[in-house]
């Protein structure tokens, strides 16, 4: 910095003013210390620089499920990933990705987040004994989430009872009877929900629920469906609340010599790329997963900026009609 300064012909203080992005320098000296530094190969020290401004440019996305579960053929969470990351790099922000699906994992991050290594922590996939989001905010550290609205933090989530309500009455809609469902993990927000959301449309119609849980992968989509098969024989359609689930129940129906959708109509959600090449391509609730990233990495720009930030932010979903159904 004293080498800069020196070539720049300005004080030290100046050199770090301008390294450390503040807008009380006149442009002309702006540019001087910004040449000499180009010239001096300087690049500021990260550790120094962020004892000045108590900001480390890096934000955290925590994944807490296994790296085997998020780099799998699970396509919710590279989607997410991809828009957390276009948003962060935009704003000249590092994005950590960090999983924790193990007891031993959630204490590193612990340490990691409140030990200032980060500014601020987002959450995706969460599961309601998740006490991670929560520690968190209780040791000041900025939190936005996805899947938890109880939390005293910024959410994004998804319209998952509308977007299920509209799969089941398409299937009423198209004479439809026994509609069973496949239903996402419990202890997961968009889990209940979209269980909810196909209660509520059978309800409504005066139709018995049938249901099966999985856990949005294949595996316990093709196990959940062998199940219902087994116990509802004459079930002419079925809600799959994950397209990997339902990729996995298609599988079942056929080994089951069931044609699609002859014999039974089936509907996903989530609309990944894997939907238009099931056989045949799936009918699906579309929700916006990129934009979920983009907005949960918005959200954290502005509220670590000081700026107000919404509460909870749900985007909407649609159903994409393909052969399936």
């Known amino acids: 910095m004293e080498e800069v300064a020196e070539r720049a012909g300005v004080s030290r203080a100046t050199v770090s003013r301008v390294v450390n992005g503040q807008t009380t320098v006149a442009e002309d000296l702006r540019q001087a210390v910004e040449a000499a530094a180009a010239e001096l190969g300087y690049v500021p020290h990260a550790a120094a620089r962020s004892l000045v401004t108590h900001r480390t440019d890096s934000v955290a996305l925590i994944l807490p499920e296994s790296p085997n579960r998020v780099f799998s053929d699970d396509q919710f ?21 960090l999983t924790t699906g193990s007891a031993e994992a959630r204490s590193r991050a612990e340490r990691y987040a409140v030990g200032g290594h980060v500014d601020g922590v987002m959450f995706a996939s969460l599961h309601d004994a998740d006490l991670l989001p929560e520690l968190m905010l209780r040791r000041g550290v900025p939190v936005v989430c996805n899947g938890l609205p109880h939390l005293a933090a910024p959410c994004i989530d998804v319209d998952h009872l509308g ?41 409504a119609a005066d139709r018995r629920a049938i249901v099966a849980v999985g856990d949005f992968t294949a595996e316990s989509g093709h196990a959940a469906m062998r ?32 044609s699609v959708p002859g014999d039974v109509a089936v509907i996903g959600f989530d609309d990944i790329a894997l939907a238009t090449y099931c056989d045949p391509p799936l009918t699906t609730v579309r929700q916006p997963i990129a934009e979920i990233g983009r907005s949960m990495a918005r959200t954290m720009l502005r509220l670590l900026e000081g700026r107000e930030v919404e509460s909870l932010q749900i985007l909407p979903t649609e159903l994409v009609v393909r052969d399936s159904a």
Do not use: C, N, W
């Open 77 to 97: 969470f590279p989607s997410v990933i991809r828009g957390v990351a276009g948003e962060l790099d935009a704003a000249g922000k590092l994005l950590v990705l």
């Open 163 to 203: 977007g299920v309500k509209a799969a089941v009455e398409f299937l009423l809609a198209k004479g439809r009877r026994r509609i069973a469902t496949v239903a996402g993990p419990q202890d997961m927000v968009a889990g209940r929900a979209r269980l909810d959301g196909y209660r509520q449309a059978l309800a």
């Open 227 to 258: 199940q219902l098969l087994a116990d509802e024989p004459d079930l002419d359609a079925v809600f799959v609340a994950s397209d990997l689930m339902a990729h996995g129940a298609l599988q079942a129906l056929r080994e089951a010599g069931r």
